[in-house]
């Protein structure tokens, strides 16, 4: 065994055995905590799941959100009121609080979820605020701010759970499933996509990627993991009033979050167990050293989040992680290869583009541009900062649509399509500013290409039935790092890589998803003369290959000799097109772009 196998193997005995102790702390503590130190671990499961929501909703897909109280309501309401009023099933009663909710979640998300900046979260609270008053006013349903009692144990296989200590172990069990639940799901083809809507749209669109439904769905899934912490309450104390589900319990649970570490699955339930057992100590300790009664411990989160924001802006847990060492990474066995796209015949028209303009108010970024591309091509668009290159590479793959004009991509118009479907018909691309994960693994990024060629979604992912499709994604995106000359760092974080490395890791990342026409957009930014003369090799290859390439490039020796024809713009115009050495003795260009240099 090698040195590195051997630290490899130590790492995961490691994490095994902490595993392991955690896991048999929680089978002995329920068995050893006093009868309200059981209440409390009661109360920790129930608001983890809560916390996982909000993991997965603010600090993976990064929409803020004040409500989840709220939904916790309305799966708490729902099997009191069925299970008290109409002698429900508890069991039933939770089928129909995820009915519910789900109705409910995918109304104000559909409202919401468009929304950016601070006016989502504003909508959230909005939102909140309304429904506990609903709860609380809808007296003849509700039962008002009194409540609703005497709701029913839950009865597991005929044993009735009237034991906190026997129900906390079925918490702590919906609790342990849920969190391999979401971690499958982030670590999946979906799970990537849903990481990727952090830093905007873009990319993810850009692969294929519905990130508007993909919004929805993560907002589901919150909303629903909150009606299960909910239905759990409910049977839980065996009563319930709009108390627990206002703003201020909706304002905590992004506390737990934020203090667990809001990217970090396993930091949900550290979160809600250090916010639970500091507000209950707090409200002991607090009005005595005041003198008087009194909400203090709110001020003391208050002063705690902001601590933990300057000083450990990621939570808890990855302080802990540090302790143990790294994670290993999942290496799949033998996979079945993915299906590739048929390329178009070599001389065939790939891209038409015609009479394209696009305006931003008073501004012609791009003003009335024509070209074609036909297979086996190299075409070089070229011209000074700000001529309008990138603009058009944006239209071209629909990240904005043309103001007029038209784009057709292999016969088919696609001037009004998104740049998801655009993406399925065969265009990978990369990006003028580097667009990675910088969290993420070189392997994991690429990945993020194939998103279109794979088809586990979020059920199957969370259930990790996506196992054979993650292994032909990762086998590909292997193949593609290999090509580019990363396969040594293929397990490391992208964003340690330096800028050069991460253009080539955008490349890769495009090849894997199998582009009949493929775009780069200043490939050989940041990197070396041996580097570029690699990429210029790997590009000639792909050529071979039938990948029809359009290429922005401002180092004029590698476009020059790279690419068959050029078309160059200056101030959204086209200049003139031809082969490199008509270009460059076009009088236009040379007065333009190379200032009147042969």
Known sequence: ??????????????????????????????????????????????????????????????????????????????????????????????????????????????????????????????????????????????????????????????????????????????????????????????????????GGSVVAESFGADTYWLRIQTFLVAALLACLAGWLYAHFWRFVNPTPFGLNIGIEFLFMAVLGGSGFVWGALLGAGAITLLKNWLQDILPALFGQAGSYETIFFGLLIILMLQYSRRGLWPILDRLVPPRTPKVFGQAPLLSARSKPANGEEVLRVEHVVKQFGGLRAVNDVSFTLHAGEILGLIGPNGAGKSTMFNLVTGVNPATSGRVVLRGRDVTKLPARAISRLGVGRTFQHVKLFPEMTLVENAMMGGYARARGGLLASMLHLERRDEASLQAEALREIERVGLRDQAWNQAGNLPLGKQRLLEIARALVADPALLLLDEPAAGLRYHEKQELATLLRKLKAEGVTILLVEHDMDLVMNLADRLVVMNYGEKLAEGTPAEVQRHEGVREAYLGGVA
Do not use: C
């Open 1 to 198: 065994m090698s040195a590195t196998s051997g630290v490899k193997a130590s790492g995961v005995q490691t994490r095994t055995f902490v595993a392991g102790g955690a896991l048999l702390l929680a089978v002995a503590l329920p068995l050893l905590l006093p009868d309200f130190g059981v209440t409390l671990l009661g109360n920790i499961g129930i608001f983890s799941l809560v916390a996982l929501g909000l993991v997965l909703l603010t600090g993976v897909a990064g929409s803020t959100s004040f409500g989840q109280a709220a939904f916790m309501g309305v799966g708490a309401y729902t099997t009191a009121i069925l299970t008290t009023r109409l002698e429900w099933s508890p069991w039933l009663a939770l089928l129909a609080a995820f009915g519910m909710t789900a109705l409910v979640a995918l109304i104000l998300g559909a409202v919401t979820l468009r929304m950016s900046g601070h006016y989502l979260p504003l909508a959230t609270i909005a939102w909140g605020i309304s429904l506990y008053y609903v709860f609380g006013n809808a007296t003849d349903l509700t039962g008002g701010f009194t409540g609703l009692r005497e709701v029913p144990p839950l009865s597991v296989l005929g044993v009735q759970l009237t034991s906190g200590r026997t129900y906390v172990y079925l918490i702590l069990l919906i609790v342990i499933l849920a969190a391999v639940g979401v971690q499958n799901l982030l670590s999946s083809r979906t799970g990537r996509a849903i990481r990727a809507l952090r």
